[in-house]
Structures are given as C-alpha cells and as structure tokens.
C-alpha cells in the first residue's frame, strides 16, 4: 500500500476468521508486502470498525499496489475516505531498469523521458526503460500555452525500478504537480 500523506488508523482482515491487521504506510516508499485470501470487495476499516475505503482487485493481478487516496467533498457521499486505485505491480509488467508513471494530477501532461517523448494519460501509463538514469520533464498546456509541471533526474541500481507517481498540484491554480518517486528492487 502506498499514500502521499501516511495514513495510521487503517485496518483489514487478511482472511476469514482472522484478526483485524493494521496497514503501515511509508512517505517515500511502499509499505511492507501484506497478503489477502477472501471475496471482493476487500474493505478497509479505522481502529475503531468503520469503513473508510474498499478495493476490488482482479484475480489476474497477483501482485497488487494499493494507492490510498484521500475523498473529499461529495465523492464523500458513501462515507468512505479514501479512493484505492488498484495497481498491477508484478516483475513482469515492471522490471528492473524500468519506470512508470501514473498520472493522478488532474492534468493533461506530456513531455521526454530521457530522449523518449510520453504523453500521460490518466491512471498508469506503460513502463518506459530507463537504465540507469531518468530525466523526466512534463508540461501542460493552458489558453494555448505550456507550462512546466514537474522536472526530475534519479538514478537507479541495475536491480532497481521506479514509479512516479503524480499528484493534483497542491494550490488551486498552480500547475506544479506534486510527486512521489517509489524505488525498490525488482524481483
């Protein structure tokens, strides 16, 4: 699991009949491996019972990355939260020396990774191979003219793979977007 802003009172029950687990977030990386057996959706409760997300994941993803997002407003309606976006995060679709990037900003961006150019559709965009090294630059467009949102260059390890992902900007009005860059080993 993974959210911008740690979350400390979520739980969940790994399968029937078993204890309520508590869900560790870390800012800057994904949390430790948790493993669920049980039908979907798959709920999440605060310390105290209530619900405050659900997820389904489909049974063709076997390793899954679980982005918590917080609701707001009037997607609030069903009480819940937070949104889960559910994320296929095996070795095979993203393996070492490769980076993907998931667009939640809110925006229409484009622009280079290293020499390759990407334009970023909404949600998980495909894993572009990166090496060593990734400069990433993206830009949007508004009233007919660009602007930067988000600039970036990190390295990685040979084992090593990156997602990137994108937040709504964090003013209303500015076209910074905010970002989180998760590192780890491959497998």
């Known amino acids: 699991v993974f959210a911008a802003r740690p979350i400390t009172d979520v739980t ?3 399968r029937a009949n078993a204890a309520a687990q508590k869900l560790t977030f870390y800012p800057t990386a994904r949390s430790p491996r948790y493993e ?3 039908v979907m959706p798959l709920h999440f409760l605060d310390t105290s019972g209530n619900p405050v997300a659900e997820a389904v994941i489909p049974p063709e993803i076997r390793e899954a990355l679980l982005l918590f997002m917080p609701v707001s407003g009037e997607a609030k309606a069903d009480g819940l939260r937070y949104r889960v976006a559910v994320l296929d995060d095996s070795a095979l679709r993203h393996g070492a ?3 993907a990037i998931i667009n939640l900003s809110g925006l229409t961006l484009g622009g280079t990774v290293n020499q390759t150019k990407v334009a970023l559709k909404p949600g998980l965009n ?3 191979a990166v090496g060593r090294s990734a400069r990433v630059m993206c830009r ?3 009233k007919g003219k660009s602007y930067q949102s988000y600039a970036s260059t990190f390295q990685l390890t040979p084992k090593q793979r990156a ?3 994108l937040f709504p900007p964090f003013y209303k009005g500015s076209l910074e977007v905010q970002s989180r860059l998760l590192v780890d080993e491959a497998r």
């Open 163 to 165: 997602l990137l992902i």
């Open 140 to 142: 949007t467009e508004v």
């Open 97 to 99: 020396g490769g980076m």
């Open 36 to 38: 669920y057996r049980g």
């Open 126 to 128: 495909p894993t572009v």
């Open 12 to 14: 969940f029950t790994p």
